[in-house]
């Protein structure tokens, strides 16, 4: 019997070699390439892991099509709140109608969502036509199961992982774009803020060692990216469990190291661990992006305290008024949850004061969603729909008039920014990214991508510019 490597990645370079056969077989049945196509729900996260499964796929000879009228499917959950769980359910009976039309197509469902079990057991009952489903801790097993779908007569194949401490590195990755990439640096999250599912579906935080993120990051530079978003849930609690110890901080430092990498961002850091070392960094190395999503999910200490979040309102505050004197360009982004349960209007009213406060360039609001297994999910003093709806359409208003008054603060201004594509609504403009993550559409041709070039900021429309290229 041949050798099977019982080591990492090497075990999954053994079924992609096999696979490759295997699919040259089935596309010469269908008479035509096989195709995949990758429907991402959720965060940056989930983003970058889609771009690992696709790196698998096209290894062993699928071809990516923007249709869910494909060979392969998959779905990558997200399960952070409730609609995100209903939008998928929706979409796996209408894959259920291609299939029957389809005798190569195969469908897979992966992320967040398929770590709760009573997700996978109404998988089991009501989606038998599904060929795969995994989870987040063995994502780097597609390759494996695959073969092992495709050489028994499983109708359907279920491997979920309760937790992992293994990092599995070095396996293929098909990236969306050829100039900006995301590295992980850490996995998982030990905060257990009292809504979020986030510790439950994606296990404990692991951080990769400095010189895995710092190799990555060097090899995606001679591959011509030029920006990379380091990736975490808690970025800045980084380091912990490492043999050497190394900070956040420092590992900015070893990243900013990097030659041909010209910006780097990160998402998400903690407000409890927004430590003053980091503030230094970013002073020092230009390289670091003025950027900084800060989330606070609530103004009120009380809620905040109910939220094990960590921090008060005033210390709260005291963070964004020390970064925005320390890093007076900055642009400050948010994420706020309206309507957690016991939430007063004077809580509310808080949060208000610490948008004004804090005036944010943008701020994501979510009404709250109730997630089973999570300590929040226990708590009965729900507010009624109506007070959420009014309270969110509040926040929504004020939101946005901060954001307006933080944007019209560079309309006029000529700037740097990194072209990213075609404007997906008006496809005579391009897309650009300011170094603060704003965004700009202007005009130009179609060689600028992937460019930095200088635009000037003609005009503000609260979210995004108008500008004109200055070449
Ligand atoms: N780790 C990051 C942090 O600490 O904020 C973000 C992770 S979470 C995927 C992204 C955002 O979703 C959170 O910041 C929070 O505002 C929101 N979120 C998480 N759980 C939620 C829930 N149960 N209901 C509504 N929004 C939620
Ligand atoms: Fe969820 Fe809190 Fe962890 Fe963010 S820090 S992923 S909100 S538990």
Redesign the pocket.
């Known amino acids: 019997m041949e050798f099977i490597p019982n080591t990492e990645p090497e075990r999954q370079y053994y079924f992609m070699d096999r696979l490759q056969d295997m699919i040259k077989e089935e596309s010469q049945k269908a008479g035509r390439p096989l195709t995949y196509f990758i429907q991402t729900f959720?965060?940056q996260?989930n983003a970058k892991d889609s771009e690992k499964l696709a790196g698998v796929l096209e290894e062993i000879g699928y071809v990516p099509v923007e249709s869910e009228e494909a060979d392969f499917v998959i779905y990558n959950t997200?399960t952070?709140?409730e609609n995100a769980n209903t939008r998928v359910y929706g979409r796996i009976g209408y894959l259920g109608t291609l299939k029957e039309k389809n005798p190569f197509m195969k469908i897979a469902l992966c992320g967040c969502m398929m770590q709760e079990a009573h997700v996978v057991e109404k998988i089991k009952k009501s989606y038998r036509f599904v060929d795969i489903v995994f989870g987040t801790h063995n994502i780097f097993k597609l390759a494996e199961l695959i073969y092992e779908k495709m050489t028994s007569d499983r109708k359907q194949l279920i491997d979920i992982w309760d937790g992992t401490t293994e990092i599995v590195e070095d396996l293929p990755s098909a990236r969306k774009f050829d100039f900006k990439a995301g590295v992980n640096i850490t996995y998982g999250?030990d905060?257990f803020?009292t809504?979020?599912?986030?510790p439950y579906v994606r296990g404990r935080e692991r951080s990769r060692k400095p010189e895995d993120i710092v190799k990555e990051a060097a090899s995606l530079a001679s591959q011509g990216v030029v920006e990379i978003m380091l990736l975490g849930?808690?970025v800045n609690s980084y380091g912990k469990g490492l043999k050497e110890p190394c900070s956040f901080a420092q590992l900015l430092e070893k990243v900013c190291r990097v030659e041909g990498i010209k910006r780097v961002r990160f998402m998400?850091p903690?407000p409890k661990d927004f430590s003053d070392d980091v503030i230094e960094v970013m002073k020092k190395e230009p390289k670091i992006c003025p950027q900084v999503h800060l989330?606070l999910?609530s103004g009120s200490t009380a809620l905040l305290k109910r939220m094990n979040r960590r921090y008060t309102k005033e210390q709260y505050l005291t963070l964004v008024e020390k970064i925005r004197r320390e890093l007076p360009h900055v642009s400050l982004t948010t994420?706020?949850?309206v309507g957690?349960p016991g939430e007063t209007e004077e809580d509310f009213l808080d949060t208000v004061d610490v948008v004004k406060k804090s005036g944010f360039d943008s701020a994501?609001t979510?009404?709250?969603?109730?997630?089973t297994g999570?300590p929040?999910a226990k708590f009965s003093d729900e507010v009624p729909e109506d007070v959420v709806k009014d309270r969110f359409d509040r926040l929504l208003k004020v939101c946005r008039e901060e954001a307006e008054k933080q944007a019209e603060k560079l309309t006029g201004k000529t700037v740097e920014v990194l072209v990213e594509g075609r404007d997906e609504v008006n496809n005579e403009m391009l897309t650009g990214r300011l170094s603060n993550n704003l965004l700009v559409h202007f005009e130009g041709c179609d060689n600028l991508i992937g460019q930095f070039i200088n635009v000037r900021l003609d005009q503000c429309k609260g979210f995004y510019y108008i500008g004109t290229a200055v070449l």
């Not at 809504?195 to 986030?198: E, M, N, Q």
């Not at 979510?366 to 997630?371: D, G, M, T, W």
């Open positions: 959720g965060c996260m997200c952070v709140r999250c905060n803020c809504f979020c599912i986030v849930q808690n998400t903690h989330p999910q994420d706020i949850i957690f994501f979510f009404i709250y969603s109730k997630r999570t929040a």
